[in-house]
């Protein structure tokens, strides 16, 4: 069961409403949608105007305000249906929220809470074109933690590229990035700091090596600052993504560095943004 993706969004909505105390991790919901962990958060959180674990919170709260303005259930019950595996979790989460603890909020008898109001993202339009692409051999190190800090890999990956003389074997650098985030704890986050191999080159040693099959990739081009490409992932997701009418495989998404911050101003940065497609 697929779908398009408004159905995809209305279906995890509709879960996430139903099974408030049920599995609502984020791998759950991808299942949920029919789409692949890599791509799914991204989408959601572009298209919604909030990250999954962030509607995840705000419903289950909601559910709990209601439960317990309209129920007589002790509050460690509440917690219990709402998903929270603790009382004491869950009075700090419903305090945060709503600035009372559950029992103050029961006794004041607020009718309703205003779920929230979503409104339409404005997306900065990018250009996007679908590219058929041979097979991509990287060869690089693992980064786990910040993405911020994964420039210190690249720099011991040009490092050795100059002193082995590699870069003639290879066609530039690239990024392997797969996951969301918005969506995980920094410690949890995985990149892959990498260079490209030429056709044909072996696996420099010391180096691990991904690839990618041939294939369609969609592809935009975005110049400026590593730091502001943001936009442009919130464009591919929650726009062109959902209207183009493809389905992203179930691969991380890649970055190829077309220039370099070691002889170019942040502002004429060029990076190719790739989805391998289905």
Request: proline share 5%.
């Amino acid at each position: 069961m697929a779908g398009s993706y408004e159905d995809r969004i209305l279906r995890v909505v509709k879960y996430i409403h139903d099974h408030p105390a049920g599995d609502l991790s984020l791998d759950r919901l991808a299942d949920v949608a029919a789409m692949s962990r890599f791509h799914w958060h991204r989408v959601f959180h572009a298209m919604m105007g909030e990250t999954c674990a962030e509607m995840v919170r705000r419903v289950r709260l909601h559910q709990a305000a209601l439960r317990l303005v309209q129920g007589t259930d002790p509050v460690a019950e509440v917690a219990t249906q709402v998903g929270y595996p603790t009382p004491q979790s869950f009075g700090r989460a419903f305090r945060a929220a709503y600035g009372l603890t559950p029992l103050a909020f029961r006794k004041q008898g607020v009718p309703l809470v205003a779920l929230r109001q979503m409104k339409p993202e404005e997306f900065k339009v990018f250009d996007v074109k679908i590219e058929e692409r041979g097979a991509l051999r990287l060869a690089g190190w693992e980064h786990q933690g910040s993405y911020m800090g994964i420039g210190a890999k690249f720099e011991e990956l040009a490092a050795l590229a100059t002193a082995r003389g590699l870069w003639e074997k290879t066609c530039g650098m690239a990024g392997i990035y797969c996951g969301d985030p918005t969506e995980m704890p920094e410690e949890q986050l995985r990149s892959f700091a990498a260079l490209i191999l030429r056709d044909g080159q072996d696996l420099p040693e010391g180096l691990e090596e991904r690839g990618y099959a041939a294939g369609r990739v969609a592809v935009l081009v975005f110049k400026g600052p590593y730091s502001s490409m943001a936009e442009a992932y919130q464009y591919l997701y929650g726009r062109w993504l959902p209207e183009s009418g493809e389905e992203a495989a179930d691969a991380a998404p890649y970055e190829v560095y077309l220039n370099s911050p070691a002889d170019t101003p942040a502002e004429e940065l060029l990076t190719q943004l790739c989805v391998l497609l289905k």
